[in-house]
């Protein structure tokens, strides 16, 4: 398990931060502290996670109880057969967080004679060259046979452009085959070469080969990556539809007058000219439309139609009423209420009401309660049920 005295020797080695550091492996920064001051046990999982970052970054430590040793490989070529594998492993160097710390980007195409012998008789490697170590990508068969070939290239492409905009480089000529060379002749190859600046990926794809319609129509899909390491390089976007301009309004006077008429110059083709100014267009007049116009574009039928028909029935004709007005008569007189025959009509008397104080309206009271009716009552006489106790 790597020691606190071999993370602290190991950052020194590649220049990098304990920000740096944590970030790359994916802890806390107050955590890497304290595990470099000594500080409480950390776990073996985080330790596991410091030292596989190192390692990418090209620390190697290593130790057997009486000595610890931390070493830097500057210059290394990883094992990746697969180009997905080996399309992952530039990308994560290229990362912005990367502790390789990249400062420039050499693609070059070398000829396929060593031994990964395969159907195509060209590929495309890569050189990384970072702050402290320098990582060399041509075991890995990168080419452009098909659309996903492509979209690896395309990839690698677009994040060298993207983090490295001004260390990105090319050769315009294919280079012999690097893997058949050891890793120290194969670098010294490539300082060799007459390396230029790469601005546009398809300077490196026509060295590979013929720019052909294949690939450009791959560069105007807008979901392939390789429109995206176009649009990165700076290239107009592909062609798309103009964008809809409503027609001009028609306009009455002058001006309409002189548009309906034919043009015959317009029909023949005629070389377009630049003038160097034109004048100014004059101004659009507006005017008040008439109630004839109104009712026309309103659907309505026009008043000088609905004067001069005559089918249209009038009916009786209306009395005249200028003349002077009919004799009806004076209304009836109203009747008087003080004639005899409207005199108001007299009411009875009521009848007057019985003396109670008289002996003939005085009431018995034996009248008004009888007991001996009660003897024919049933409710009265009947006993009530015996209760049980």
Request: hydrophobic share 35%; net charge negative; aromatic share 4%.
């Amino acid at each position: 398990m790597i020691s606190a005295a071999q993370i602290r020797a190991g950052r020194a080695l590649i220049n990098a931060k304990q920000s740096e550091l944590a970030k790359a492996a994916g802890v806390a920064l107050a955590t890497l502290n304290n595990i470099e001051r000594g500080v409480g046990d950390p776990r073996s999982s985080t330790l596991e996670a410091i030292e596989r970052a190192l390692a990418f970054a090209g620390v190697e430590c290593d130790g057997d109880g009486q000595r610890e040793t931390v070493s830097l490989q500057r210059l290394s070529r990883p094992s990746a057969h697969d180009t997905y594998f080996a399309c992952q492993r530039v990308l994560e160097c290229l990362e912005p967080g990367s502790l390789l710390k990249v400062e420039r980007v050499r693609f070059y195409v070398q000829s396929n004679q060593g031994l990964q012998q395969t159907e195509t008789p060209r590929r495309i490697a890569v050189m990384i060259e970072g702050e402290s170590r320098s990582v060399l990508f041509d075991q890995a068969s990168f080419s452009l046979t098909d659309s996903v070939r492509v979209a690896e290239v395309a990839r690698m492409l677009t994040a060298a452009l993207v983090n490295c905009p001004d260390g990105v480089d090319y050769t315009d000529t294919v280079v012999e085959d690097t893997t058949v060379a050891h890793l120290e002749e194969a670098a010294y190859r490539l300082a060799a070469l007459d390396w230029q600046r790469l601005t546009h990926p398809k300077q490196l794809l026509q060295v590979y080969g013929e720019w052909t319609s294949d690939l450009q129509r791959l560069a105007d899909t807008r979901e392939h990556p390789l429109h995206e390491a176009f649009s990165c390089a700076g290239s107009p976007a592909p062609e798309t539809a103009a964008p809809f301009a409503p027609p001009d309004l028609p306009h009455d006077g002058p001006e309409n007058d002189e548009a309906t008429e034919p043009d015959s110059a317009a029909s023949s083709p005629v070389e377009e000219t630049k003038p160097a100014s034109q004048p100014a267009s004059p101004p659009t007049v507006h005017r008040a439309l008439s109630p004839e116009e109104v009712a026309r574009l309103l659907g309505e039928p026009d008043i000088a139609e609905v004067e001069g028909e005559d089918d249209i029935d009038d009916g009786p004709p209306l009395p005249d009423l200028s003349g002077p007005a009919a004799d009806v008569g004076d209304p009836p007189p109203l009747p008087d209420p003080s004639a005899p025959n409207h005199a108001a009509q007299e009411i009875p008397e009521a009848p007057p009401l019985p003396d109670p104080s008289a002996p003939e309206n005085a009431l018995d009271i034996d009248d008004v309660i009888d007991n001996d009716d009660d003897e024919d009552d049933p409710l009265l006489t009947t006993p009530p049920p015996a209760f049980k106790t």
